[in-house]
């Protein structure tokens, strides 16, 4: 397993560094889950807006190692709350979030008033990208 190098890195930057679905597992009690969000890529992280009194944040809370996977690529990673999505300190990741997600942020699906949506950071530990015949196992630590 090699360290993020520049060519997987500009890969995952033009794949993932936009409004992407990509799949989330976590597990509770030996048993995985697994469902689909909308992330955003960005130096070693997915990040996603989502609510922190939801069954994944539970889950991550009590055991922070998912798995994820998307176009050509799966991974670990270890999950985490930046706690609320309007908090001064998530200002950064939140214009870049409200960016990439500008075609639906705003739909009314998302409570931007209620404390608990928050920012889910996964920052990625390892993983496997596949890109035009060449596999690259990747150690993100």
């Given at each position: 397993?090699e360290k993020?190098?520049?060519?997987a890195?500009?890969i995952?930057?033009e ?9 989330l597992?976590?597990?509770e ?8 969000v909308n992330?955003y890529?960005?130096?070693?992280s ?12 539970k889950h991550i809370?009590?055991?922070?190692i998912v798995?994820l996977a ?5 991974a ?28 639906w942020?705003?739909?009314?699906h998302?409570d ?11 920052r990625?530990?390892d993983?496997?990208?596949l890109?035009?015949g060449?596999?690259?196992?990747i150690?993100f630590?």
């Amino acid at each position: 397993m090699e360290k993020l190098g520049r060519e997987a890195e500009k890969i995952l930057a033009e794949r993932f560094g936009r409004d992407t679905v990509i799949a989330l597992a976590t597990v509770e009690d030996g048993v995985p889950f697994v469902r689909n969000v909308n992330a955003y890529y960005e130096d070693k992280s997915f990040y996603i807006i989502t609510y922190g009194l939801s069954n994944k944040m539970k889950h991550i809370e009590k055991n922070p190692i998912v798995a994820l996977a998307g176009d050509w690529f799966t991974a670990h990673g270890e999950g985490a709350s930046l706690g609320y999505f309007l908090k001064k300190e998530n200002a950064v990741i939140a214009a870049k979030l409200r960016e990439a997600f500008s075609s639906w942020i705003d739909n009314g699906h998302t409570d931007f008033r209620d404390e608990n949506t928050c920012i889910l950071r996964v920052r990625l530990t390892d993983g496997v990208l596949l890109s035009h015949g060449t596999r690259y196992e990747i150690d993100f630590t």
